[in-house]
């Protein structure tokens, strides 16, 4: 797995298409099979929108992934499983409020050692089931790069059994065993935090750093300046893109494009730097062809294996 690129714990670094030639993804052999490219596994979907997790998943492959796992809503699955021909799909059992059952973790948990990153929330429903089914699979994956996007990030909220209690974890001492990978938006990180949205918006390196150090993660803060935080107080910063990716269906597309560059090898916070500058690059390009309003999140990963090669190391 490769290592984190260097980056200063008080100004941070800029992610430039410098930044990323001088830290550039691990490569497969020229000899090497669909399992040395990286198995990836999403979790996401739900019977009122199948769509998020067929965005990631694609983004997984267009970023480089060799072998697609797909598991969601029974209900769906059959019509993921012909959208998404390239991927294995596996129905699981739903709640009434349109999430998973914890039998899901059992099911899952045959995967564990078999796929090398983990993506949980594109399109998830019950908040409060899918954190309790994020704490099932943790212990199950020890070790396998995990990725956490929508509402699988409730999971710093609700730990064990407290969302039966109806009431939050302690969001002060909750932290992973493990680094995982957080990607909320402002309006997300304030619900998960219980801070105002406008004050982390403005402020978002402190808001990135505070929630890595305070929950052991990685964690994306995304926004027209994208902050990426470590545990250990690196950061970096991304500016680029353009307002056509926000859009229904981009933050899908991101964490997939993430979680194929993590299954690749790449460590966190270097799948999260590629992640975020080939998303916001592939904004640009499809501004180019369509303008800056109107162009699709599904076109969005299209764009990536392009860019990949262009900041390629020379």
Not at 87 to 113: D, P, Q, S, Y
Request: aromatic letters at 4%; hydrophobic letters at 50%; one cysteine or more.
């Amino acid at each position: 797995m490769s290592k984190p690129m260097h980056a200063a714990t008080d100004g941070g670094a800029d992610i430039t298409a410098r930044t990323l030639r001088d830290w550039p993804l691990p490569q497969p052999s020229f000899d090497g099979d669909k399992e040395v490219r990286g198995h990836v596994l999403i979790v996401g979907g739900a019977r009122e929108m199948p769509g998020a997790v067929m965005l990631a998943a694609t983004a997984a492959l267009r970023a480089g992934a060799g072998k697609l796992t797909v598991a969601t809503a029974a209900s769906v699955a059959p019509l993921v499983g012909m959208a998404i021909p390239e991927a294995r799909v596996i129905g699981l059992a739903e709640t009434a409020n349109g999430g998973f059952t914890l039998e899901a973790a059992r099911k899952l948990g045959e995967l564990a050692g078999k796929a090398g990153a983990l993506l949980v929330g594109p399109g998830m429903q019950d908040e409060a089931a899918t954190a309790e089914l994020v704490h099932a699979l943790l212990p199950r994956f020890a070790g396998t790069a995990i990725v956490l996007d929508a509402c699988a990030m409730a999971a710093v909220r609700m730990a064990g059994e407290a969302h039966l209690l109806d009431e939050p974890k302690d969001m002060a001492h909750f932290r992973f065993a493990e680094p995982v990978l957080l990607t909320p938006h402002a309006g997300e990180l304030a619900h998960l935090t219980d801070q105002d949205k406008d004050e982390l918006a403005a402020a978002p390196e402190a808001a990135a750093l505070a929630a890595a150090r305070r929950w052991n993660a990685v964690v994306a803060l995304k926004g027209a300046t994208t902050v990426i935080a470590a545990p250990g107080g690196q950061h970096w910063r991304h500016e680029g893109g353009n307002i056509g990716l926000a859009i229904s269906g981009s933050g899908d597309a991101l964490a997939g494009i993430i979680v194929g560059l993590a299954a690749r090898g790449a460590s966190l916070e270097q799948a999260a730097a590629w992640g975020v500058a080939l998303h916001a690059s592939a904004g640009e390009q499809l501004s180019i062809k369509y303008g800056v309003l109107g162009y699709l999140a599904r076109e969005i990963s299209a764009e990536v294996p392009g860019l990949l090669r262009t900041l390629a190391p020379a």
